[in-house]
């Protein structure tokens, strides 16, 4: 069992289509990453989340920090083909602790 | 700056072999790590450096080495691979802001042990 569990792992949507993305835990982190990874590419940092029940935009992307800072979702609004990819959320539990990462959600994003 | 660079992009051994993975950053980041990537898995901690001659375990240790001499460099050495070796291998780098790590990734070594 992961300690950082996704939801949904694989996500298929047309062009134009909202979603959410859930990324939940038992265990309390101090913040929270979300990475979007192309495929033959290493993970790129999308945002990171740090305040209970913050919310941060990025255009057309949403993430937001549940208020137990256990859990978190990405929200894409009409989402392009360009979304396409696998996104991980990685989360970090207390200072000095390297990052621990969920299973990932795999997009596509069809025409 | 070219960042986060890893060689070979691409490596098949045999069982039993050794091999070392490269990997080295050029944004002057204390932390490195090297992480391995399996389907559904997300990505798996195998060692970790918070500076220069110094290391420590991750969450998945066993089979592989890593040594520190310099800020920039972090290789990664198979002692004698096996095919549970197989998997995508990323470095990468961070600094640290308090309890925020900003990692940024190196291209990958796909690894294949027959």
């Known amino acids: 069992t992961q300690l950082l569990e996704q939801s949904p792992q694989f996500l298929s949507i047309q062009e134009g289509e909202n979603l959410t993305v859930y990324c939940n835990s038992s265990?309390?982190?101090?913040?929270l990453q979300w990475y979007r990874q192309e495929p033959g590419e290493g993970p790129v940092l999308l945002v990171t989340v740090v305040t209970g029940g913050e919310v941060k935009k990025l255009k057309r992307l949403t993430f937001q920090f549940g208020d137990a800072r256990k859990d978190s979702s990405l929200h894409i609004t009409a989402a392009q083909t360009g979304d396409t990819g696998l996104y991980l959320c990685a989360g970090v539990k207390n200072a000095g602790n390297m990052l621990t990462f969920g299973g990932g959600t795999r997009l596509m994003v069809k025409p | 700056n070219a960042g986060v660079t890893q060689t070979p992009k691409f490596q098949v051994l045999k069982t039993g072999q050794s091999m070392t993975l490269q990997c080295a950053q050029d944004m002057n980041h204390e932390y490195m790590s090297w992480y391995r990537q399996d389907p559904g898995m997300g990505l798996r901690l195998i060692h970790y450096?918070?500076?220069?001659?110094?290391?420590d375990q991750g969450e998945v240790p066993n089979g592989y080495n890593v040594s520190r001499s310099t800020t920039e460099d972090f290789p990664l050495r198979l002692l004698s691979a096996a095919p549970s070796q197989t998997s995508v291998y990323f470095c990468?780098?961070?600094?640290?802001?308090?309890?925020?790590?900003?990692?940024?990734f190196g291209p990958g070594t796909r690894l294949t042990v027959t």
């Open positions: 990468a780098s961070s600094y640290s802001l308090g309890t925020v790590y900003e990692q940024y």
């Open positions: 450096s918070v500076g220069a001659g110094i290391t």
């Open positions: 265990s309390v982190f101090s913040s």
